[in-house]
C-alpha cells in the first residue's frame, strides 16, 4: 500500500472519503500526525547533517588554504574582526622583516603603515572593508629595518552567514622595482618633453660657453615684455628671481650643471613688467659633451600663480583660525617650539605662554547672539596683538580661549608688564548689538625652566593656572606653580571616582529638619547629597561638587537626588514618617533651572511615585534668576504650576530687591545662615532680617531662617516673626 493510502481513486483523499468513514478517518488523521512529525524530525537531522558537512567541507578548505599559503611567493596574513594579526605565511616574513611571533597580537598599522599616505588613504581602506567590500591597490609600507616597499595589496574581508565581517585576509605582492621602472620613464619623458619645446610655457637655452641666453617670446610675454625689449642675459634673468628665491635656483641650476642631479627643476618669483611677482616653475636639461661637461642647458618656464596662490592660501588655512585669522593650535605650537630651541642657547632668555579665557561667554552669546559672540572674538584677537610685541605670537586654539607667547624675557617683571598692557586691553568696552559690554578674561601664566623643550607642557601648565584663576573668581591672573599639577591630577582621579562612584550607586541623601517656629514642630527636611567615598567616607558637597560640575556631571547628580528625594517621601509616606503637611526640599542649580528638561522630569518623578506636588520643594539661589531673568521666570512659573513650591535659597547675598523678588513669585524666602548668625552680635544682621521678614509678610512668603545653632539665635528668629528654621541646634543632616 505505502503511500496509496493517502490517494482516492485520482490520487487524492477527498472531503467524502473523510465523512463517510469517521471512525477510521479519526486512525488516519492521528496516523498522519505521526508521520508528518517524522518528517519534520527527518528534516531537521538532515539539516544538522547538511551544516556538520558544511562546517567539515570549508574547515578542510581552510587547512588546505593554509598549508598552499606558507609555499606562496606572495605575502598572505590574516587578521580578526579588529584587525588584530592571527596568522602570516613565510613570505610576508620575508617581505618585511618581522617574523610571525613578532606579528601576532599587533596590527598592520602598527607594524606597517608608512607617512607616504596620508590618513585620509587608510581611513577609505577601512571604510571600504569593514562594509564587507574587498579594496585593491597600491600600498607603500614599512619594513622592520626601515625602508619601504610598495605592493599590489587585496584585502578581503571574510563574512559569516549574516553578512557581518569576521575577519580579514590580505595578499601583498611586492611590485617596489616596478613602480621604480615607471618612475624612471616618467622622469625621462618628462625631461625629453622640456627639451622639445613644449605647450604654451616660455622655452629658453642657454649656452654656457659664449654665456648668452635665448629667450622665446612667449617667455618674454608672461612677464609682459615686448618680443624684443628683454635682452636675456643670465644675470638679468637672475636679477629678476626674488631675493628669496634666487640663490635657491642659482644652487639648483649649479647642481645640475655639475652633475649631480638628472635634471633641473626649481619654483620661484620674478619680478613682471607691471612691478609685480609672478610664480614661475622652471624645468631644464643639460647637454654634455663627452667629457661629461654641460655645454648648454635648455627648459622651459610655466605660469603657476594661480596654483602657487591657492596653495599658500590652503597653507595658510591649515595654520590660521579661520575667524579671526590668528594663528590656530598647530601654528602656535611650532612658533613656540621654536622659540624654546633659541632660548635654550641663551641663558639669560625664557619664554612665557598665556592662557587666556573670556569669563561668562556663553551669557554673552545667547543673549546678544552668535554673530555678536563672533565679532567679540575678533575684537578681542585684534587686541590682543596689539598689546604684544612683534615677536610675541596670539593664537585662538578654540571656543573663547586665546594663547599668548612672550618671546625672549628675562625675568617675570617683563612679563607683568605685557599682561598689564592685555588686561587693560581686554577691559575696554565692545560695541555688541547697540550696546557697550564689558568682558573679563581668567589668564594663566608660566614662565619656561632651563630644561622646557615641548610646547605641550607649557600649554597644559599655563591651562591648570588659567583653571585656577576661574576657581579664585575670574577675571585675575595666576602664575602657574608645580604644586598646582599634582592638584591637577588629584582632581582628575576624584573625578574617574566620582564617576565610577555615581554608576555603583555611592551616593547617599541625608535628610536636616526644617521646623516651624515656635512651636519647633518638624514641618519638613532639606535634602542634603552626600558621597561615600570608598577609603574616605562621606564627601560633602563642598567637597565633590565643583568636580562635578567640570566633569559635566551635575544633570546626572541632580536627576539622581531628584528621583531619590521622591521615593523617599513616598517611603515615608507609606509608613507614616512625614508629618501630615510636611515636605522635602532639594536644591537646583542655575543651570538646571534653566534647562528645558527639568519641568518633565520634576513631573515624571510625581507621577511615577504618586507624591502630591505640596510635598515636593525646589530650592534655587539668586544667581539663578540672574543667568536668564525671563527664562528663569517662565521655569519658576512653570514649576508653581505644578503645586511644587519654590524657595529662594541663601536670600539677601544677592539682588534681593522688592520688585525683583515679586517678579519671580517663589513661595519661600530662606535667610542666608550669616544673617543668623550675626543676630546676637550686630545690630546689621537683626535690621536685615527683620526686613527681610517683614518684606514676606508684605508679598504673603513664608520666611525660613537656615544656620540656626544657639538658643539665642532661636529666640530673636521667633520674636522677629520668622516662620521656620533649621540648623544644627534643632537636628543635624543623617539619613533616612
Known amino acids: 500500500m505505502g503511500h496509496e493510502m493517502f490517494k482516492g481513486g485520482n490520487g487524492a483523499l477527498d472531503a467524502h472519503d473523510v465523512a463517510g468513514k469517521t471512525g477510521r478517518g479519526d486512525r488516519r488523521l492521528g496516523h498522519d500526525s505521526t508521520i508528518a512529525e517524522l518528517q519534520r524530525k527527518l528534516a531537521a537531522a538532515e539539516a544538522r547533517e547538511r551544516r556538520l558537512r558544511e562546517r567539515l567541507r570549508v574547515k578542510d578548505a581552510l587547512a588546505r588554504l593554509g598549508l598552499a599559503a606558507e609555499h606562496v611567493g606572495d605575502s598572505i596574513e590574516f587578521t580578526d574582526a579588529q584587525g588584530i594579526m592571527q596568522w602570516v605565511n613565510p613570505a610576508y616574513e620575508s617581505l618585511t622583516g618581522y617574523t610571525r611571533d613578532e606579528v601576532l597580537g599587533k596590527t598592520p598599522a602598527e607594524l606597517l603603515r608608512s607617512d607616504a599616505h596620508p590618513p585620509e588613504f587608510y581611513e577609505e581602506i577601512w571604510n571600504t572593508t569593514s562594509s564587507g567590500r574587498i579594496w585593491k591597490g597600491l600600498m607603500t609600507s614599512r619594513r622592520k629595518d626601515g625602508s619601504e616597499f610598495t605592493a599590489d595589496c587585496t584585502l578581503s574581508p571574510v563574512l559569516d552567514d549574516a553578512g557581518d565581517v569576521t575577519s580579514y585576509m590580505c595578499l601583498r605582492r611586492d611590485v617596489t622595482a616596478e613602480v621604480h621602472e615607471r618612475l624612471e620613464l616618467r622622469s625621462a619623458l618628462s625631461r625629453y618633453a622640456l627639451a622639445a619645446a613644449g605647450a604654451n610655457d616660455g622655452m629658453w637655452g642657454w649656452d654656457l660657453e659664449q654665456d648668452e641666453v635665448l629667450l622665446s617670446a612667449r617667455w618674454r610675454l608672461m612677464l609682459g615684455y615686448p618680443p624684443r625689449e628683454f635682452r636675456g642675459a643670465p644675470s638679468e634673468w637672475l636679477q629678476q628671481v626674488h631675493p628669496d628665491e634666487r640663490s635657491g635656483l642659482e644652487e639648483r641650476l649649479k647642481a645640475h650643471l655639475d652633475g649631480a642631479t638628472d635634471h633641473l627643476e626649481c619654483e620661484y618669483r620674478i619680478r613682471h613688467r607691471d612691478g609685480g611677482w609672478r610664480w614661475m616653475l622652471c624645468r631644464g636639461l643639460a647637454e654634455r659633451g663627452p667629457d661629461g661637461k654641460a655645454a648648454r642647458i635648455a627648459g622651459s618656464q610655466a605660469d603657476i600663480t594661480r596654483q602657487k596662490t591657492a596653495e599658500l592660501r590652503l597653507r595658510h588655512e591649515a595654520l590660521h583660525d579661520a575667524l579671526t585669522g590668528l594663528p590656530n593650535r598647530v601654528l602656535f605650537e611650532d612658533r613656540l617650539e621654536q622659540s624654546l630651541l633659541r632660548a635654550a642657547r641663551h641663558d639669560d632668555r625664557r619664554v612665557a605662554v598665556l592662557f587666556v579665557d573670556l569669563d561668562k561667554f556663553k551669557k554673552i552669546n545667547d543673549s546678544y547672539g552668535h554673530a555678536a559672540g563672533d565679532r567679540l572674538l575678533q575684537e578681542i584677537g585684534r587686541r590682543l596683538q596689539r598689546a604684544l610685541r612683534s615677536a610675541d605670537t596670539v593664537a585662538r586654539i578654540g571656543g573663547d580661549e586665546f594663547t599668548v607667547l612672550i618671546d625672549a624675557v628675562r625675568d617675570q617683571d617683563e612679563v607683568d608688564i605685557i599682561i598689564g ?104 527636611f532639606e535634602a542634603l547629597v552626600r558621597w561615600e567615598r570608598p577609603g574616605f567616607g562621606l564627601l560633602l558637597p563642598g567637597e565633590f561638587l565643583h568636580v562635578a560640575e567640570e566633569a559635566r ?184
Request: charged content about 25%; proline content about 4%.
Open 421 to 524: 598692557r592685555i588686561q587693560e586691553a581686554i577691559a575696554l568696552p565692545v560695541l555688541l548689538a547697540g550696546a557697550n559690554v564689558v568682558v573679563s578674561a581668567s589668564i594663566g601664566m608660566v614662565l619656561s625652566r632651563p630644561d622646557d623643550r615641548h610646547p605641550n607642557d607649557l600649554l597644559r601648565d599655563a591651562d591648570t593656572a588659567m583653571y585656577q584663576a576661574k576657581a579664585a573668581g575670574r577675571d585675575r591672573t595666576v602664575t602657574f606653580v608645580p604644586e598646582m599639577r599634582a592638584e591637577v591630577l588629584g582632581l582628575v582621579e576624584l573625578e574617574q571616582e566620582l564617576r565610577a562612584g555615581m554608576a555603583a550607586g555611592q551616593l547617599r541623601l541625608h535628610y536636616q529638619p526644617i521646623v516651624s517656629l515656635p512651636d519647633r514642630t518638624v514641618v519638613g
Open 553 to 736: 556631571l551635575m544633570d546626572d547628580l541632580e536627576r539622581w537626588v531628584l528621583d531619590a528625594a521622591c521615593n523617599q517621601i513616598a517611603s515615608w509616606r507609606l509608613d507614616g514618617g512625614l508629618p501630615a503637611g510636611a515636605h522635602v526640599a532639594v536644591n537646583i542649580s542655575p543651570k538646571r533651572l534653566l534647562q528645558s528638561t527639568l519641568l518633565t522630569q520634576v513631573e515624571d518623578a510625581l507621577d511615577r511615585t504618586g507624591i502630591p506636588p505640596h510635598s515636593l520643594r525646589l530650592e534655587i539661589t539668586e544667581n539663578s534668576l540672574l543667568e536668564d531673568e525671563l527664562a528663569a521666570s517662565a521655569a519658576v512659573h512653570a514649576l508653581r504650576g505644578l503645586g511644587v513650591r519654590v524657595c529662594l535659597d541663601d536670600f539677601g547675598t544677592g539682588y534681593s530687591s522688592l520688585a525683583y523678588i515679586h517678579r519671580f513669585s517663589v513661595d519661600v524666602l530662606k535667610i542666608d545662615r550669616a544673617f543668623t548668625a550675626g543676630l546676637t552680635k550686630d545690630a546689621g544682621s537683626e535690621a536685615i532680617v527683620k526686613a527681610i521678614v517683614g518684606m514676606a509678610r508684605g508679598l504673603g512668603l513664608e520666611v525660613v531662617a537656615e544656620g540656626v545653632e544657639t538658643e539665642e539665635q532661636l529666640e530673636r528668629l521667633i520674636a522677629l516673626g520668622c516662620d521656620g528654621a533649621q540648623g544644627y541646634l534643632l537636628g543635624r543632616p543623617g539619613g533616612a
